[in-house]
């Protein structure tokens, strides 16, 4: 969604500035034309020599830099731009979009833009949290700004409150997210589960499997990134909840499938990444299981197939995960279960699987075609399995 997009990042004057230079650096790593435009107390803070060391191109500081090139003036940015990420925000100068004041070249490139503006304040809590700067703030959000942050915690001051700067992993989401709008997959809800389940024995302890939830995260913010409405149901992880996605958070199989019951009731497509239990504890203790003898034995009883067990007209994609016989034991599955599409991988293959930031995997579609991918980031793999659903929304549509 980012590579190739013109972002135009603004900075302004305050002690967060520096952390836009990773901002700067992750999108420009991911494909994306950074165009940073700074206000004169912006380069108090940070010198504009980082921001182009970082992103290759001209930096925008001074409206009357008589050796800046014509095709970088603020007018010729706010058309380039696909999106205007201004990041960290002062109250000085949201309060200058808010009245359309225009005396520097950040609000003068703002004024001239049609493109999205992201908002991503950072101030103290009392200046935040101030009435002038609250009205200010929802003014622009009627006028359609997207705000990320502030966040709660622990200000320059020294004191608590709400006016941190929000994190490089959630702007970069919001401004992926506003990228997306009207994308491929706009006013398709789609649901996706991640993560593995956990099936108590007793109230400290747990049956689950080694699952990480990250291919499930990427489905996720993949989908987001196409415009759709995702939902995430996620089992317990250490993965950051993706911004611009509803996430729900289950612990157990049963209530996994409570979740996606009620979730896909509406719903286009249902991708099961989740490594769900096939087995729970018949019964869970009530109080911590105390050692007696050599051994313990647990009765385990079936959870319920998930897959199986919600029916409706959406598109069903689920995981296979194989330790031999890939393609044949992932087809029958596809077919015991009614998918549209399986997605297999093997678990004994290197780099792939379990815990990892890659994937190799086999995608087998309902006519029983198999494309096998070469190893792949998770978010690679997201993006082709993507694709792949988009066709059949495509022809479901069509159908309709
Ligand atoms: N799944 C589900 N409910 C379960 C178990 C699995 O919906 N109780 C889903 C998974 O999320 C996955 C697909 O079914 O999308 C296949 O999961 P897997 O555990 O590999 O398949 P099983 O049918 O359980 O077969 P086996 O464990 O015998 O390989």
């Known amino acids: 969604m980012l590579e190739g997009k013109t972002v135009i990042l603004g900075v302004t004057g305050s002690i967060a500035a520096y952390k836009a230079v990773d901002i700067a650096s992750q999108l420009s790593r991911a494909g994306v034309k950074v165009d940073v435009v700074m206000t004169e107390k912006a380069t108090r803070f940070v010198s504009p020599l980082s921001f182009r060391a970082i992103t290759g191109r001209s930096v925008t500081a001074d409206m009357f830099d008589a050796s800046s090139e014509l095709n970088v003036t603020h007018i010729a940015l706010a058309r380039a731009a696909d999106v205007v990420a201004i990041a960290p925000a002062t109250a000085n100068v949201i309060a200058k979009l808010a009245t359309g004041i225009a005396d520097d070249v950040l609000c003068c490139m703002v004024l001239a833009t049609n493109a999205p503006v992201v908002i991503a304040p950072a101030m103290d809590a009392n200046m935040y949290e101030n009435p002038v700067t609250q009205e200010n703030v929802s003014r622009l959000k009627k006028r359609g700004f997207v705000f990320v942050g502030p966040k709660f915690g622990k200000l320059v001051s020294g004191v608590e409150g709400l006016g941190r700067f929000a994190n490089t992993v959630e702007i970069i989401g919001v401004i992926s997210q506003v990228l997306g709008r009207g994308g491929s997959f706009a006013d398709r809800h789609i649901v996706v589960t991640a993560g593995g389940t956990q099936e108590f024995i007793d109230p400290v302890r747990v049956i689950t499997n080694r699952s990480s939830g990250k291919m499930g995260y990427a489905l996720a913010e993949a989908a987001r990134d196409r415009g759709a409405k995702v939902t995430l149901i996620t089992g317990p992880t250490l993965l950051t909840r993706p911004v611009g996605v509803e996430a729900i958070d289950v612990c157990t199989a049963e209530e996994m499938l409570q979740a996606v019951r009620s979730a896909i009731s509406g719903a286009d497509v249902l991708v099961m990444a989740a490594a769900v239990a096939d087995y729970r504890p018949r019964t869970k203790a009530k109080e911590k299981i105390k050692k007696e003898g050599a051994g313990l034995t647990l009765e385990l009883e079936r959870t319920p197939d998930i897959l199986g067990e919600v029916k409706g007209d959406f598109i069903r994609v689920g995981f296979a995960a194989e330790s031999e016989n890939l393609v044949e034991n992932a087809t029958r599955k596809l077919r015991r279960k009614n998918l549209d599409l399986i997605v297999a991988n093997d678990i004994t293959a290197k780099g792939s699987g379990f815990g990892v930031d890659s994937n190799r995997v086999t995608i087998i579609g309902k006519d029983g075609k198999a494309e096998s ?25 069509k159908e309709r």
């Open 373 to 397: 991918l070469p190893l792949l980031h998770k978010k690679e793999v997201a993006d082709k399995v993507l694709d792949k659903v988009a066709k059949l929304l495509t022809e479901r549509y």
